[in-house]
Every structure is written in structure tokens, then in C-alpha cells.
């Protein structure tokens, strides 16, 4: 038999910014919470929030707890009975203890000898009966971003009002602060704030929808999309409905109703990222487009918590509202444009970039300076371009409008350069360069910006590693981790084969008159930084975790390559012979590392005369006769045909591991027999470290 639940928080209203947070929270808390307490969930759970209120539906909850067997081991048979079979004080303890008689006690046999152990069946409780201590635990179970102290025991972002908690139609009571649950719920603060009895689970929604309450957040968010979408297609345009603003709206209201708003069309005339950042960021309204998704429109959607009463009057008081933060922004932009982007630049010397590291001022510098190394390695067309974006990518950081709204860096940095006539392509770095900010967001398009970015990036990577200041568990101030994110996932984009190792020396050159640090063990904290990264994205792209292991255990420093040989290998190991082939690679290895020979090169030839058995002159043949189309296909990178070179040797490793001795006696013998197979672990090294390979 089984019932349904019913849990409702009811509360003052709670930022929206913590309503998806908590809802993940009390389902996965309720679902552990009856694992642990053996209570069986037949159904699901469905979570319902709205600013006032978090629910939670649990369908086919068992009336009674499952049964639980346990063993409870005692003490060794020989310590709880006497030669002649009698049980001894320990073994007497041992089931008084257990509340039960000794010849209802096993012996049972371990690993260990023969203990004494009491096997016990605790049969379960009627679920009703620890619902109440159950509920007030999920309720106190939720942690928050920020919270206050209610009744000393409590820690919530907003007090709690009212509780409903129903296990089929019976109440469920408990008490958290001073509040008491019941079968009440309340509706909407305005439009209906009395309090409705729910008489059973089934019928919290219908009874909170006749309250003026939609509690489902999906219905909720489809009703705005249907009124938003209506309301730009009355004004002439499709809506711009962010995500982030959508869900913020959702949890924002309890009865949503969009209106549509009008300012003044000189304002249009400002930078499009400015006003969208004004209506959609600052006031959280949704912008209006063009029908074929052109230029913004001078219309604005905003959602009111309540029905269609008042909207003229609401919808003045945004539109003032909107016409003030308008007023500000044109004010900012028209300062601004009072002096050329470039003359702000000696501005940039207050502005602190790290205290050990100079200001912005300095940063534009070595970033100049890096351009000027980096131009061969990036393979850059126009060096001027990008050396031009260096020295103006920071300088809107100083602007008034940027101190204003600081999401607009960039690009306001962009929109100045080309209203002061600077080229497009380097107009466009300056907002470019910040990409991307946040994991799937944009990537440069421009080659400007994509050197400017790589450039800015590593730039911080190495100041901030230069100085100590290293990314631990979640501290990060300087997204560092985003950073080395961004470079590797801008190199995969433009498919940029440069080597990472010259790129960083050349930024810790740049560092030189500032700060003294070891190179070479900078250097190498970084590049063990950015594998961290590299490791992280070829898993996302569904790379086996052991070839990924393989593939950056050997040389990553160019990352396009190292991806590339990762999919490719990721794809061998599907083949039906790719284990047979690694096996027979690992013996190879084996020998090799016990004896110190993993670093060899192909330059460490063996001697032909020493070889005394035709399996090891047979190998020693194969390899030089494919060595040098082994080495042309590497540097082609083409990593598939020169796997199938590597599996052409396979025969020839195992009849020479099959019919030769490699530690001879004669240490010549035995030391020209390891280079052999050096020689072979050198080709191996130019795939990977075959060792990481699970098999």
C-alpha cells in the first residue's frame, strides 16, 4: 500500500536567484533522506516553486518502512565458549547485549576465523509515524547563498509563514521556528491572501490555481513566453527572450502578466549591447526586435505579478524608470566621446591591474610586446592591426560608461575605436579579445581578436603563476581557469598549430624588468595547469579517460595536434585488434621503465653485430626499414597510419619476447637489446604512453 505526499514551504518572498538551487535541493534531499530511512518511492518526485512557496510531490510512497536484516558480528568463538562448549561471560555479554538468548546466536566463518554473530530482523514502522521528524529535517536540510537566523535553529533567506504537509489525506505535524504544519496553504499575496484547505496531495495544484497561484514552474514560464511572443508581434517585432531573464521573471511572480511598454526612439541612437544591458540586465524587461530579428525597437516587455488590472499606470511608471537609466547612459557616451579612445590610454595608469603586476597601463605594454614575439607562432597576417588592438583593448575600462555598467567592457571599447575612425578588424578585438567569458559562450572571429585574446589570457596566466597567485579549489579570483579554458578552446577553434612552451616563455620574457622568476619552473606549473583543462575538454568531447591519460602523458605542447591524435587514437581503440596490440606495446614498456631506458630517441641506434638471435635482427630490420615513414607520417599528422605501422611490428615484438633473453649475460648483449627496444619505445612516445591504455 502506498500514499502520496505533499510538503509545501511557504515563505516571504525568496530571491529568484535561489529558487532553482533550493528545488534541486529538496528533491535530491528527500530521495536520500527515504533511501536512508527504507522508505520505498513507487512513484516520483515533482517539485513546484513560485516566490513564495517550495512543494514537493512524492507519488506511491509505502506506507511502511522496508524491513532491515543486519549481522552483528561478536566476539571469536574460542573467547565465547569454553573447552567443553559452554559459553563464557563474552559470549553471555554478547547476547545480552543483543536482547536475545545464546543458542539463537551462529557461529560464522571468516576470513579472519569464527565469530559468534547475532542475526537480527528489525521489521519497519508505519511510515506516518517518522514522517514529522522526516519533514522538519528536509526543511532544515537547504543551504543558501545567503541566509538569516530565524529562532535561533533556523537559517533562511526569508522567514517561513506557513507549512502544509499531507501523507495521503492525513496531516502531517511538525514544527520548525514557530511555525506549525497543516493542511492550509495561501494564495496570492494581492489577488487572494486568504488561506484554502488542500484535502489531499492531488489537489494542491487545482486549489492553489483558484488562489491566483500557478505553482508549476514550466507552466508558468510557457504562459510568459505565449504573452512576450503576442506583445512583440502587436508591436510590430519578434521578443528577445534571454533565458536568464526568462527564469528570472518566472520566479518573480506567482500570476504572470506581460505588458508592453514604448520609449523614445532617440535613444536608439546609443550602442545596441547598451540597450539591451539597460532593459534586459539592469531592469530585467524583455527587448523587442525587428521582425527578421534586425535592429531593437522601441518597445520593451515587462511582467507584473497579477492580472491584467492597472497596466497603463504600471507600464508609465517602468517606462520612467527605463527614460532615467537612458538618460544616464547617453550622458556617459556623450563624455566619453568628448576625446579619442586612444587619448585615454595614459588614463590607464591608475587603473590596477594586480599589485605585484603593475596597472592596465602596463599590461597594454607587455601586450605589445608579446604581439611582437607571438607574430611568427600565431602566424598573424597584419602585425600592426593587432599590435594597434593591444594598446587600445583596456583603455575603455577608464570610461565613464564602463564604470557605469562594467558588463559593457569591450564593448564600449569598440564602439569608441569606430566612431574614432580605428579599423574594423581591430575595432572588433577590442571586444572580441574577452571571449569567451563563460563555458559555451562565444569565440573571436576576427584573427585580431583571436590573437588578442590568446595574447591577454596567457598574459594573466603568467603574471598571476609568476607571483604565486594560483587558482586553489574554488578560489580563482582572476579566472585563471577560464582563461587557460578559453585559450585552448580558441587554438581548437582556428585550428592554430602553436607550440604552448615558446608562447609562455615569450609572456614571462615580457615579465622580465618586473618580476624575477624561475622560467622553468613556471613554465612548467602552467603547461600542468593547462593539461588540467586539455584533460577536461577531451573528456567532454567523450575521449576514452585512459587514452586521454595516454595522449597528454606524452608531448602536448601543440594542442590542435595532441586533440587531433586523441580522436583518432579514441577511434583505434574501437578496432577488434586495438587491445592485442597495446598488450604486446605494454611488454615493450615493462622492460623499459625498469630499466631506465623510457627517455631514448631514435638517434640511440643499436649495434647490429651484438645482435646474436634472428628475432632481434628481424625486429632491428623492421624498424629501420619503416622508421623513417613512421617519423614523415608524425609530422604529418597522420596518426591512424602510423598506428598501422606500429601494429606491422607486433609480430616481430612477440617472437622476439617469445625466443630472446633480453638480460644476457654478457652486458653488452643485454644493454644493445635495450636500446632495441628504446628505440621501439621512442615510436610508441610519438603516440603515447601505451602503459595508461586500460585494457
Not at 618580476?515 to 577531451?538: A, C, D, P, S, Y
Request: with cysteine; glycine share 6%; aromatic share 8%.
Amino acid at each position: 500500500m502506498s500514499k502520496d505526499l505533499l510538503l509545501e514551504i511557504g515563505t516571504e518572498e525568496i530571491p529568484a536567484s535561489y529558487i532553482a538551487s533550493a528545488m534541486q535541493q529538496l528533491g535530491h534531499n528527500i530521495v536520500k533522506l527515504f533511501s536512508e530511512n527504507k522508505i520505498k518511492i513507487e512513484g516520483g518526485v515533482t517539485g513546484y516553486s513560485t516566490p513564495r512557496r517550495f512543494a514537493l510531490l512524492v507519488t506511491g510512497v509505502s506506507e511502511i518502512q522496508e524491513d532491515i536484516s543486519l549481522e552483528l558480528m561478536g566476539p571469536p568463538k574460542k573467547a565465547a565458549f569454553d573447552s567443553e562448549g559452554k559459553p563464557t561471560q563474552a559470549g553471555l555479554g554478547f547476547a545480552k547485549t543483543n536482547g536475545m538468548d545464546v543458542k539463537d546466536l551462529i557461529i560464522k566463518s571468516t576470513p579472519k576465523g569464527e565469530y559468534l554473530c547475532a542475526q537480527k530482523l528489525i521489521k519497519g514502522k508505519e511510515v506516518k509515524s517518522v514522517l514529522s521528524e522526516l519533514m522538519k529535517k528536509l526543511v532544515l536540510s537547504l543551504n543558501w547563498p545567503k541566509s538569516m537566523r530565524w529562532h535561533d535553529e533556523v537559517r533562511f533567506p526569508r522567514p517561513i509563514r506557513s507549512m502544509l504537509c499531507l501523507f495521503g489525506k492525513d496531516t502531517v505535524e511538525f514544527t520548525v521556528s514557530d511555525v506549525t504544519s497543516s493542511n492550509k496553504t495561501y494564495g496570492h499575496r494581492i489577488l487572494s491572501p486568504e488561506s484554502a484547505v488542500v484535502m489531499e496531495p492531488s489537489k494542491y495544484l487545482s486549489v492553489l490555481r483558484e488562489k491566483a497561484v500557478i505553482a508549476n514552474f514550466e507552466e508558468r514560464k510557457n504562459e510568459i513566453i505565449k504573452q512576450v511572443e503576442a506583445l512583440a508581434v502587436k508591436a510590430g517585432g519578434v521578443a528577445n527572450i534571454s533565458p536568464v531573464i526568462l527564469e528570472e521573471n518566472v520566479n518573480t511572480v506567482e500570476y504572470p502578466t506581460a505588458m508592453l511598454g514604448r520609449f523614445d526612439e532617440k535613444y536608439l541612437a546609443l550602442p545596441e549591447e547598451l540597450l539591451i544591458q539597460v532593459i534586459e540586465q539592469t531592469q530585467k524587461y524583455f527587448s523587442v526586435r525587428g521582425s527578421k530579428k534586425e535592429k531593437i525597437l522601441p518597445f520593451f516587455i515587462a511582467v507584473k505579478n497579477g492580472k491584467d488590472t492597472a497596466v497603463p499606470v504600471i507600464i508609465d511608471g517602468n517606462a520612467r524608470v527605463l527614460k532615467a537609466r537612458f538618460e544616464d547612459a547617453e550622458f556617459f557616451f556623450n563624455e566619453d566621446r568628448k576625446t579619442t579612445l586612444e587619448s585615454k590610454l595614459p588614463k590607464l595608469k591608475t587603473v590596477s591591474f594586480q599589485d605585484k603586476l603593475g596597472t592596465m597601463f602596463d599590461k597594454t605594454e607587455r601586450l605589445a610586446k608579446l604581439a611582437n614575439e607571438a607574430k611568427q607562432l600565431l602566424k598573424l597576417s597584419e602585425y600592426d592591426d593587432i599590435k594597434k588592438a593591444c594598446e587600445l583593448s583596456k583603455i575603455d575600462l577608464n570610461t565613464g560608461m564602463v564604470r557605469e555598467f562594467t558588463e559593457l567592457q569591450g564593448v564600449m571599447g569598440r564602439e569608441y575605436a569606430l566612431a574614432d575612425g580605428v579599423k574594423k578588424e581591430v575595432a572588433m578585438a577590442i571586444s572580441e579579445h574577452y571571449l569567451p567569458r563563460f563555458l559555451g559562450d562565444g569565440l573571436p572571429k576576427t584573427e585580431t581578436g583571436m590573437a588578442l585574446a590568446i595574447l591577454d589570457k596567457i598574459d594573466t596566466i603568467v603574471g598571476c603563476f609568476s607571483i604565486g597567485v594560483i587558482p586553489s579549489g574554488s578560489q580563482d579570483p582572476y579566472g585563471l581557469r577560464r582563461n587557460a579554458l578559453g585559450v585552448v578552446s580558441i587554438i581548437l577553434n582556428k585550428k592554430i598549430e602553436v607550440h604552448l612552451e615558446e608562447l609562455i616563455n615569450a609572456s614571462l620574457d615580457t615579465y622580465a624588468d618586473k618580476i624575477n622568476v624561475q622560467k622553468g619552473k613556471v613554465l612548467n606549473e602552467i603547461m600542468e595547469f593547462v593539461k588540467g583543462r586539455m584533460e577536461n575538454l577531451l573528456l567532454d568531447k567523450g575521449i576514452r579517460y585512459d587514452v586521454v591519460n595516454a595522449v597528454l602523458a606524452s608531448d602536448f605542447d601543440n594542442v590542435t595536434l595532441t586533440f587531433k591524435k586523441a580522436a583518432e587514437l579514441n577511434n583505434l581503440s574501437k578496432e577488434p585488434d586495438f587491445n592485442k596490440a597495446i598488450t604486446t606495446f605494454s611488454r615493450v614498456i615493462n622492460i623499459i621503465s625498469k630499466k631506465g631506458g623510457e627517455h631514448g630517441t631514435l638517434t640511440d641506434a643499436p649495434n647490429p653485430h651484438l645482435f646474436k638471435e634472428q628475432e632481434e635482427k628481424d625486429l632491428h630490420g623492421k624498424i629501420e626499414k619503416r622508421k623513417l615513414d613512421f617519423i614523415k607520417m608524425i609530422e604529418n599528422s597522420d596518426y591512424v597510419s602510423a598506428f598501422k605501422v606500429l601494429k606491422e611490428l607486433m609480430p616481430y615484438i612477440d617472437a622476439f619476447f617469445e625466443k630472446v633473453m633480453v638480460m644476457d649475460k654478457d652486458n653488452a648483449v643485454k644493454n644493445n637489446r635495450i636500446t632495441l627496444l628504446t628505440h621501439l619505445n621512442f615510436m610508441f612516445k610519438k603516440m603515447g604512453d601505451f602503459s595508461k591504455i586500460v585494457q
